[in-house]
Structures are given as C-alpha cells and as structure tokens.
C-alpha cells in the first residue's frame, strides 16, 4: 500500500524515526508513518567494534533483536531476504580485504598472522586470537560478533539498494533493522533447516529466485593451501570449502553427512537442554558460568558438545571443520551458534544482573596476541578496538567494555532492559528459560513439526516486518490457552515451539516421581574434572550408566544394556589445564525410576548412588580409539547431590541448597 505511493526514497520524513517492533505489543503492525528515519551507518575504521547503530529508538533506548534462525528462515520476509544476499556478498569479498569474509572469520584460528596490525605478542602463542578453556572465553566472542555484525550489515543495506521502486522502501527499513540470527541448539538441536542445502531460495530484486547457499558451505579463496601463508595443513586442508560431518579419506570423502550430523546432535538434545538449563540455575558466578577451566556448569562446556557434533567425531572416522578449533571460524554456522552463546550469556547476566562481568584474577593461557599470565576483566580483548575519541594509542575493548549489550546494539527476543527494571528483566527472563529448557520444556524433536516456510509471504509487508515475537510471549499467550482449557494448535497452527502443559496452573512444580521420593527434594549431577594434558585432543568422555544388575528384578520394559547417560567433549584447546563438566542426571534418575516396579528404587541418597555406582566411562578419539581410565589419573567423578526446593512461580527457579559430593571412582565400560 505504502510502497506503490512512495517515491523510492531514502529520507523519509517521518517525524517519528521509531520502529515499533513488536516486542511486547505482540499484534502491533507497522504503520508506514513509524517506518524509521533512514540513516546510514558508515562503517567504522577496520577493527574498531561498535556493532550496528541503525534501527534503535534513540529515546527508548529499544533496540532490533537478533532472531532465532528457524524464525528468519521459516517467515522468509525481507530480513532472510537481505541476510542470504548479504553473507553472499561478504563472502566474495577479496581476502586480502581486511574486513573480507575471510579475514575476519580467519581472527579466530587459522592463519596465525595478525589481523589488522595486530602482531603477535611476544610470549604469545601460534594460534588464532580466540581464547578458549578461559574465563575471557564468554566474552571476546561478544565484540567478535558485533565485528562481524557491523560488516554484514553493511552489506545487507548495500543488498537492500538493489530493490525496486515498489519495495525498496520496505527493504531499505528492513536493512535497518537487521541483526544476525542465532541456533537455539539447546532448544532444538537438530541442524536449522537453513543451512543443510546447497542452495536456497529468496526474494531477489527481480523476483523469488534460487541462489548458491551462503550458510551451507564457505568457499576457501585460498586454495590449494600453503602452510608458509599462516599454517595452514592437516587433513582438513584436502578441502576446498568447509565441511561437516565427513569422512576425510576414502570415496566419501568431503560428502558432508547432515543427516547423520542431525541425529548425532539430537541424540545429544536432552543434555544440551538439560546443561543450559544447569549454568543458567546452578552457576551463580560469573566464572563458573563462562568457563570449562572452572567448576560448575558452564556454557562452554555444552558449546563444545555442538561443534564436536557438528563433525560427527562420536562416529568413527568422521571429521568437519567446526570440529577443529583452527578451522571452525570459517565454517558459516559458526556465527549461528556463537551468537546463541552470547545470547545464553546475556540472559545469564539479566538474571545475575549485579555479577555482569568477573571480579577475580584468573590465569590466562597463551594466545597469538596474549602472552599468558593473569587475566582481569580489564585486560585487552585483542584485536577488537573500542571508538577512540582521537586519542593516539588505540585501545582495545575489555571483558569490563563489553559487558553490556546495549553498547553494540541489539538485544534478543528474551531480553527487553529498556521497559523493564532489572529486577522485573530477570524475572521476564526466567519465565523464558524454564519455558526453553525448564524440566517441563519439550525437547523432542521437532523436525516432524516444521513449519511451512513463506507462510509470512501472504501476509501483509507490515505483518512481515513485525517479525519479532518473542518466544517468551507465545509461552504466555499459551499458558492463559491452556488455563481456559484451549488446545495449543488452534492458537499456533503449525507452530514449532510448543510447550508441554504442566499443573492445570501452569506453574513449574515437578509431580513426585513415583518410585523416587528423594527426587521431591533433591537434585544430582555428575561434575568430571580431568587435566587436558593427560588426554589425547581432541576427545569425548562419555558416561554409561550400566543396567544389568537391575534388569531381572521385575524389570518393566528395562534394558539390560548400557546407556549413554550423557557426554562432554574437549576440544583441541587449550591443551594443558583442568577441565570440567556438569552431567544434570534428573531426567535420567525419573527414567529409571519410571521403569521400575514397587518396591521404590530411590528411597533414599543410598539408593541413587548405588545405582551410579555402576555408571562407567568411555575416553573415545574422533578415529574410534577408546583410551582406558587407568591412563588418565587425573580423573575424577563427582556426583553432587543438591537440595533441592521447587517453586511454584515460573518467574523463578528451582531453590538449590548446599552440595554434598560424593567420589565415584572412574571405571571402564
Ligand atoms: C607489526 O609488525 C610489523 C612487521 O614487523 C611492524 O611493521 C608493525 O609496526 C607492527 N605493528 C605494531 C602495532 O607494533
Ligand atoms: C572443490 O573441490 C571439489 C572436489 O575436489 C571439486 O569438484 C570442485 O570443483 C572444487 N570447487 C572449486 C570451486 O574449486
Ligand atoms: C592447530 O594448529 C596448531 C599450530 O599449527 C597445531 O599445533 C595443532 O595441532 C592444530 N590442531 C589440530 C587439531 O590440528
Ligand atoms: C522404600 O521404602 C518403602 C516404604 O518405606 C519400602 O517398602 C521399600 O522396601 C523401600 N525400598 C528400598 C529399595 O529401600
Ligand atoms: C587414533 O587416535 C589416537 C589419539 O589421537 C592415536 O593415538 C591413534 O594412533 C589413532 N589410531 C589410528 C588407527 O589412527
């Protein structure tokens, strides 16, 4: 409507240069008098981040989301439109380009060069500049993110320019509003839609078109490799594109599997899930939260499980680049699931709104441009710039300047710190996790419940551009349904993110578990520590627990075999340090109580570890080697037994009391 009387301008004159997204006024469709004030972002100097700055209500302070993937992919409005074309165009731009696709993927592991002058520190390390098993793990990648935001949105306003008359007004405001999307892998792990097809389809300037999928594969400009241009080798060199999930010798190799890679990451759903879900009420400081180097449940830790799987290394032989941490930037999904750890780490944060960045020296390992020593949250988050205001030393952004979200602009569907006061923010955000990954939050997979993609198209342009309806919304909108006794179809259609009813009052509290009443007021995870040195890298440890010793007294349907239980996996670096991991076990304990007759199994704590006590370990190679316990002494086994207080609020978590450990000595399968 808008589009057909609108000259194909790019000043409007709008008097309110606001865009209304939807965030909590769910119905709000975009009127053409609160289109934005189109204004362009020059980029900033190379390497200086600021994220995007186009598209932010400068009163408000509202800001774009980044989206959920399956949401961008399945509405198939201008924003996916944009998006495709514009990591397209990134991708070919040349690599001796300092903001080349190339480069800028390459800051994270290979080649060991310097990016942008930033040279090799002395002291420090032939590696990328990421750091990983390190507290400053969580927070690099934020300004890295924002990089790669700042650069990609550029090209998506230069993609917008390319539109017609009658649209370019709707994708010009679309450019505005665009923020990266983020994999939600812990809510459903199988590989997005979006990025297992050679090709894709989108509106292109001339119409709907098919194009060569950017987030399927990257191509490599520079090969054949040389290892004199920054170290390039090992048999993922054979490649000329990324893979994943490959063999990386014989016929297949270099046939990326994604099927296989899919059933891999799903068989790994239920933990992912119950991981995030962990950090999220179980980590109350900001070390733990950010790091595998430190005890508790940390984000890292299931992020590793994604890119090991992402290379099928569970399936012997198998091999993809998101699997090797020198590799893995290069990979298109990578930003996908990366910008997803930045969003877990900013919820974390809105709910621990007074511990926003660490507080304590913690070590730090060598990188290509940090020697290693003590790291503060004041130390140089290298090679990101923070604007100088013409100063002469530039100085680089730190884990304290990148604290907070606002200053790179954008937020998440989760996340709405403009409205809120923190206290409400945190309680808004806590109804969404225990929505997403709560015990009650449906993780089987949904591929059987996909959406019929380009619904959106039939719609208006306006409805298309209020695409942001927060998940935490919907969750709302079905709890008031399901009180008044409504099915959850005939509100969402097709819609993939349904949420498994709980008490008629749609609270949280968990029904006792027949057979386990220790489960009402306990809670028990598996934490490992292990020294990486003493491991063959990269590698899985995964848990079994063992059923036979159960399994002829009455046994309901109970399989004698072992069962994977749960897994972790660390990555080829760092190399040297502890390791450690957190394995929820509830879902697993209400499993095995579920499938046992009376008498009760988990009368008491000495009937749950004496089931555990049959958990053994398998130490498995990407090649299918399986390395015995007795070669790595410096494992351990804990399972932590937490009282544990339901709550009945969904607004809040599970009270957690003091842990008792209890030593499980490793043994194999
Ligand atoms: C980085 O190294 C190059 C080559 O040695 C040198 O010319 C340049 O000055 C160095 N840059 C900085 C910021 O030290
Ligand atoms: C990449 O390698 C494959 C397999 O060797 C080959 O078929 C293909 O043509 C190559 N693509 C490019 C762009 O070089
Ligand atoms: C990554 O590169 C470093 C430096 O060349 C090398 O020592 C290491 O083995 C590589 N890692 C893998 C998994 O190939
Ligand atoms: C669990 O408690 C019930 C009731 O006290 C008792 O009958 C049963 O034998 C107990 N089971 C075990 C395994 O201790
Ligand atoms: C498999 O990997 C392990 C650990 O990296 C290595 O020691 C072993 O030699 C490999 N075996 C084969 C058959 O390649």
Redesign the pocket.
């Given at each position: 409507m808008r589009l057909s009387s609108s000259p194909p301008s790019y000043s409007t004159t709008s008097s309110r240069p606001t865009l209304v997204w939807a965030a909590l006024v769910s119905s709000s469709w975009l009127l053409p008098a609160l289109l934005p004030a189109v204004h362009a972002q020059s980029l900033p100097a190379p390497g200086v981040v600021v994220g995007v700055t186009t598209g932010i209500d400068a009163s408000t302070g509202q800001r774009p989301a980044r989206i959920n993937i399956n949401d961008l992919y399945y509405e198939a409005g201008p924003h996916w439109d944009l998006y495709v074309q514009a990591l397209d165009m990134f991708q070919r731009v040349d690599m001796s380009d300092v903001n080349s696709f190339y480069q800028i993927t390459g800051i994270h592991?290979?080649p060991?060069l310097p990016w942008n002058g930033v040279n090799q520190t002395s002291g420090g390390a032939?590696?990328g500049y990421c750091p990983h098993g390190q507290t400053t793990f969580i927070s690099w990648h934020r300004p890295y993110l924002a990089l790669f935001e700042q650069i990609l949105a550029g090209h998506v306003r230069k993609a917008a320019k390319q539109y017609p008359y009658e649209t370019i007004a709707t994708y010009t405001a679309a450019a505005q509003t665009f923020r990266i999307p983020f994999w939600d892998w812990a809510q459903d792990a199988t590989l997005p839609d979006a990025v297992i097809s050679s090709t894709i389809s989108y509106n292109s300037p001339s119409g709907p078109a098919t194009m060569r999928n950017p987030l399927f594969t990257y191509q490599f400009p520079n090969f054949p490799f040389k290892s004199s241009q920054g170290?390039f080798?090992?048999s993922?060199a054979q490649f000329n594109q990324t893979k994943r999930c490959t063999l990386v010798s014989g016929a297949a190799a270099g046939v990326s599997d994604l099927d296989l890679a899919s059933s891999v990451l799903d068989d790994d759903g239920a933990q992912l899930q119950d991981k995030v879900f962990a950090v999220f009420t179980q980590s109350t400081t900001f070390e733990a939260m950010a790091t595998t180097s430190n005890a508790g449940a940390s984000f890292e830790e299931p992020h590793n499980i994604i890119h090991d799987d992402i290379a099928c290394f569970s399936v012997a032989g198998h091999s993809g680049h998101m699997g090797?941490?020198?590799w893995s930037g290069f990979d298109p999904i990578f930003m996908l699931h990366h910008a997803n750890i930045d969003r877990l780490y900013a919820m974390w944060q809105a709910i621990n709104y007074n511990d926003p960045v660490f507080t304590s020296t913690q070590h730090g390992l060598a990188l290509f441009g940090t020697a290693a020593g003590p790291v503060t949250a004041d130390s140089p988050l290298r090679p990101f710039y923070v604007a100088s205001s013409g100063g002469v030393d530039p100085s680089f952004h730190t884990s304290r300047s990148v604290e907070s979200i606002i200053s790179f602009g954008y937020t998440y569907p989760e996340i709405d710190d403009w409205s809120l006061a923190p206290a409400d923010l945190a309680n808004t955000v806590r109804v969404a996790i225990n929505n997403l990954y709560g015990p009650q939050a449906n993780s089987e997979s949904l591929a059987s419940n996909k959406k019929i993609r380009g619904v959106a198209s039939a719609k208006t342009t306006a409805d298309k551009l209020s695409w942001k309806l927060p998940q935490v919304r919907r969750s709302w909108r079905w709890r008031q349904a399901a009180s008044k006794g409504i099915a959850v179809d005939k509100i969402h259609g097709n819609d993939k993110h349904k949420f498994t009813p709980t008490t008629a009052a749609g609270s949280l509290l968990p029904t006792p578990v027949h057979n386990a009443p220790i489960l009402d007021n306990n809670d028990y995870s598996i934490e490992i520590g292990v020294d990486r040195s003493q491991l063959p890298?990269?590698c899985t440890i995964e848990l079994h627990l063992v059923g036979a010793d159960q399994s002829s007294n009455g046994g309901n349907g109970y399989s004698s075999k072992p069962a994977k239980i749960g897994s972790t996996s660390i990555l080829?670096?760092p190399q040297t340090g502890m390791s450690y991991s957190t394995t929820p076990l509830r879902r697993v304990l209400v499993r095995e109580a579920t499938r046992h007759r009376a008498p009760a199994v988990f009368n008491d704590s000495e009937d749950v570890l004496f089931r555990l006590r049959s958990l053994a370990v398998v130490i498995r190679t990407p090649n299918g080697t399986v390395v015995p316990v007795a070669s790595v002494p410096s494992l351990t086994m804990t399972v932590q037994q937490r009282g544990f207080t339901p709550v009945s609020g969904d607004d809040q978590f599970p009270r957690y009391g003091p842990v008792t450990q209890y030593s499980l000595i490793p043994r194999d399968l």
């Open positions: 592991g290979l060991f032939r590696s170290g080798g090992g993922l090797d941490l020198n890298l990269p080829s670096m």
